[in-house]
C-alpha cells in the first residue's frame, strides 16, 4: 500500500504532496537521538529527506497501513470509526 505526504515550511502556506511513498522513518544516530530529518521511501526506489523543521502530514492509507500491521502482530482487530480503503 502507499501513500501521500504532505509538508510545507514553517510560516509557509504551500503544502507540498509527495504521492507513492511505501515507509518512512527517522533517522536515529548511534546514541538514540534523532536526526533532525523525516525519510520517506518511494515505490520507485528513490528516498526524499525532508527536514523535521517542516509541518508534515500523512494521508489516512499510512493509518490503515500502520493499523494492519498492528492488527498482523496481534493477531487481533483494533476497533477504529470509519470504513477501511479497499
Request: net charge positive; charged share 30%; proline share 5%.
Amino acid at each position: 500500500m502507499t501513500y501521500e505526504v504532505y509538508y510545507k515550511k514553517p510560516g509557509g502556506f504551500i503544502w507540498h504532496k509527495v504521492k507513492n511513498v511505501e515507509a518512512d522513518t527517522i533517522i536515529e544516530t548511534d546514541n538514540g537521538q534523532a536526526l533532525a530529518v523525516r525519510v520517506l521511501f518511494l515505490a520507485d526506489k528513490t528516498r526524499l529527506e525532508i527536514p523535521m523543521t517542516c509541518l508534515i502530514k500523512f494521508s489516512k492509507e499510512r493509518f490503515y497501513d500502520i493499523q494492519n500491521n498492528m492488527e498482523s502482530e496481534t493477531g487481533q482487530k483494533i476497533g477504529v470509526k470509519g470504513p477501511k480503503p479497499s
